[in-house]
């Protein structure tokens, strides 16, 4: 029973850098995207808005990859804590992999509310210049 303890600790400790890579992600992504609108507006240039647009769209990539990353090994935890008997300290998330694709976090509820939201942020500015 120790070994499983020990093993759902390992499990744990990856969810939380994963959910940490995706909470400084978001960060990164405001901070850049914000400060690229500030020169947008400042120099009247929109090719500043391009260029966030593209930042914006690597983020999400980054962002939608460590989610599904975190959503793997959230389903090897289950599966774990489920099992009986001694565990084999496998971090092999192969199996679940058809289940949780980065396409498939990318377009969570979550994910376009953020970076949809960043890129209706855009399209707004976009058309006030």
């Known amino acids: 029973m120790e070994a499983k303890t020990k093993h759902l600790e ?8 994963m959910a940490g890579n995706s909470f400084l992600l978001k960060g990164w992504a405001v901070t850049l995207v914000g400060a690229l609108f500030a020169l947008t ?25 460590y989610l599904s990353r975190e959503r793997l090994f959230i389903k090897l935890y289950e599966r774990v ?3 009986k ?3 084999d300290f ?12 980065v396409g498939g976090c990318a377009f969570s509820e979550t ?7 960043l890129a209706v942020a855009h ?3 976009f058309i006030l210049i």
């Open 41 to 65: 507006f400042k120099e009247v240039d929109p090719l500043y808005l391009l260029i966030s647009l593209i930042v914006l769209a690597l983020f999400w990539r980054l962002d939608s990859y």
């Open 10 to 17: 390992f499990i744990q400790a990856t969810i939380n850098r």
């Open 85 to 87: 008997g001694d565990t």
């Open 90 to 101: 496998s971090m092999d998330t192969k199996p679940f992999e058809k289940d949780i694709t």
């Open 81 to 83: 804590s489920a099992s």
């Open 123 to 125: 399209l707004i500015i």
């Open 111 to 117: 994910m376009r509310l953020f970076y949809g939201g």
